[in-house]
């Protein structure tokens, strides 16, 4: 059974950065491409950085530039480097598979804000 448990999110200016990171089990992580997603209130969730098993990297023009993804293989870790934030940036951020997605894990809430 995979579980996901991602952490490292809070409340943060303008312009400051964050770093969230994703710890799976009940996989053979090095195997899979993985992905950091988000929610914001009333908004659908949607992929917003990509990695595959391989390292490859893929942003979403959202925050491409900004945000940095990258991934542990002996750690089994995955995680989203977040700088330049934005209110807009405010939303729950999840890890999962880029692929056919497993449970969900509770998500790391973000909240940019003065």
């Known amino acids: 059974q995979v579980q996901l448990v991602e952490s490292g999110g809070g409340l943060v200016q303008p312009g400051g950065s964050l770093r969230l990171s994703c710890a799976a089990s009940g996989i053979i992580f090095s195997r899979y491409a993985m992905g950091w997603y988000r929610q914001a209130p009333g908004k659908q969730r949607d992929l917003v950085a990509s990695?595959?098993?391989?390292?490859?990297?893929n942003y979403g023009d959202s925050v491409k530039g900004r945000f940095t993804i990258s991934r542990d293989n002996a750690k089994n870790r995955v995680f989203l480097q977040m700088n330049s934030l934005k209110p807009e940036d405010t939303a729950v951020y999840y890890c999962n598979r880029n692929g056919p997605i497993w449970d969900w894990g509770q998500g790391t809430q973000v909240t940019v804000s003065s």
């Open positions: 990695i595959g098993s391989r390292g490859s990297t």
